[in-house]
């Protein structure tokens, strides 16, 4: 359990689930808007996207000659619009996460927030979040592609690394650090994605259905009402984070009191009839008189 917000041990299952809504609660809006204008600037973007790129439309009753001079064309726009729609989410996207992160550790640490700030300090580590991004995103499909299982395992492995790269330092170090911190822990970690993918799955799926009531402005209003429940991920990591890292701190070891009396100094003794502290070359103590040892 923890004390107030702060985290003083490791937390159970159930524990991190209500520590997460617990924290998402209290700065609610700051996490709404964070996610709802990173979410509207993906949205315009990829529609603005999706309108620059003109996809052929099918020809009705083609021949197959015609179907293969329009399957090119096809692929090619839906191939463009696919790839500029994940640059922009890749690019927009850390500096939401980042601060979300950001947000839920001062208010774990220090229970107070700054959005500004937060934005401001995902912002300064841009570059890493990029850089590591990229490299765990390339080992877990390599893993994925290898077989399942080890995929699985190495997005479980790497699942921490963008806490450590803004709670901690940012480099590469946050690769061998998420690992430390998830070791020993491994079905625990995978049992708590279960838990919030199943959520973040439904909330999606509701929030799919809703924005088709949008029309032509779906993809915005998917992205805008998106930003509801995107924020439970980061959240959720930066409380598994700090639950693990009280997990694997070295015990505090208290400190033995220091007893009051005198200090004893080189070259004295002890009088072993009254205790008083005399110079070893003393053949009698100077305080109660009784004859010193040789």
Same mark, same amino acid.
């Given at each position: 359990?923890s %004390?107030g917000?702060?985290?003083?041990?490791?937390?159970?299952?159930?524990?991190v689930?209500? %520590?997460?809504?617990?924290?998402?609660r209290?700065?609610?809006?700051?996490?709404?808007?964070?996610?709802v204008?990173?979410e509207a600037?993906?949205?315009?973007?990829t529609?603005?996207?999706r309108?620059?790129?003109?996809?052929?439309?099918?020809?009705?009753?083609?021949?197959?000659q015609?179907?293969?001079?329009w399957l090119?064309?096809y692929l090619?726009?839906l191939?463009?619009?696919v790839?500029l729609t994940?640059?922009?989410?890749f690019?927009?996207?850390p500096?939401a996460?980042?601060g979300t992160v %950001?947000?839920a550790?001062?208010?774990?640490?220090k229970?107070?927030?700054?959005?500004?700030?937060?934005v401001?300090?995902?912002?300064s580590r841009?570059?890493?979040?990029w850089?590591?991004?990229?490299?765990?995103?390339?080992?877990v499909l390599?893993g994925?592609?290898?077989?399942?299982i080890p995929?699985?395992i190495?997005a479980?492995m790497?699942s921490l690394?963008?806490?450590?790269?803004?709670?901690?330092?940012?480099?590469?170090?946050?690769l061998?650090r998420?690992r430390e911190l998830?070791?020993?822990?491994?079905? %625990?970690?995978?049992?708590l994605?279960?838990?919030?993918?199943i959520i973040?799955g439904?909330?999606a799926?509701?929030?799919s259905?809703i924005s088709r009531l949008?029309?032509?402005?779906?993809t915005?209003a998917s992205?805008?009402?998106?930003a509801?429940?995107l924020?439970l991920i980061p959240i959720m990591l930066?409380v598994y984070?700090?639950?693990?890292?009280?997990r694997?701190?070295?015990p505090?070891m208290?400190?033995?009191p220091?007893?009051?009396?005198?200090?004893?100094?080189?070259?004295?003794?002890?009088c072993?009839s009254c205790g008083?502290q005399?110079?070893?070359e003393a053949?009698?103590?100077p305080?109660c008189?009784?004859?010193?040892?040789?």
């Amino acid at each position: 359990m923890s %004390k107030g917000k702060e985290i003083t041990e490791e937390l159970s299952l159930g524990d991190v689930f209500s %520590k997460t809504f617990e924290l998402y609660r209290l700065d609610f809006l700051k996490y709404i808007i964070l996610f709802v204008v990173l979410e509207a600037v993906i949205g315009i973007l990829t529609s603005l996207v999706r309108s620059a790129i003109v996809v052929p439309a099918r020809p009705v009753n083609a021949t197959p000659q015609q179907l293969l001079s329009w399957l090119p064309g096809y692929l090619g726009a839906l191939t463009a619009i696919v790839a500029l729609t994940l640059i922009i989410t890749f690019v927009v996207y850390p500096i939401a996460y980042g601060g979300t992160v %950001k947000l839920a550790s001062e208010e774990l640490v220090k229970g107070q927030t700054d959005l500004g700030a937060s934005v401001r300090f995902a912002f300064s580590r841009i570059i890493w979040l990029w850089v590591v991004g990229i490299v765990v995103g390339i080992i877990v499909l390599l893993g994925f592609i290898a077989l399942v299982i080890p995929g699985i395992i190495l997005a479980i492995m790497f699942s921490l690394v963008i806490p450590v790269l803004i709670i901690e330092s940012p480099g590469f170090r946050s690769l061998g650090r998420s690992r430390e911190l998830v070791s020993h822990r491994w079905l %625990k970690t995978f049992a708590l994605f279960i838990v919030f993918g199943i959520i973040v799955g439904i909330a999606a799926v509701i929030v799919s259905e809703i924005s088709r009531l949008f029309g032509g402005a779906s993809t915005i209003a998917s992205s805008i009402l998106s930003a509801f429940y995107l924020p439970l991920i980061p959240i959720m990591l930066t409380v598994y984070y700090y639950s693990n890292s009280v997990r694997i701190a070295p015990p505090q070891m208290p400190q033995a009191p220091t007893a009051p009396g005198t200090t004893f100094q080189a070259g004295m003794k002890f009088c072993p009839s009254c205790g008083t502290q005399i110079p070893t070359e003393a053949t009698f103590c100077p305080a109660c008189g009784s004859k010193q040892p040789a």
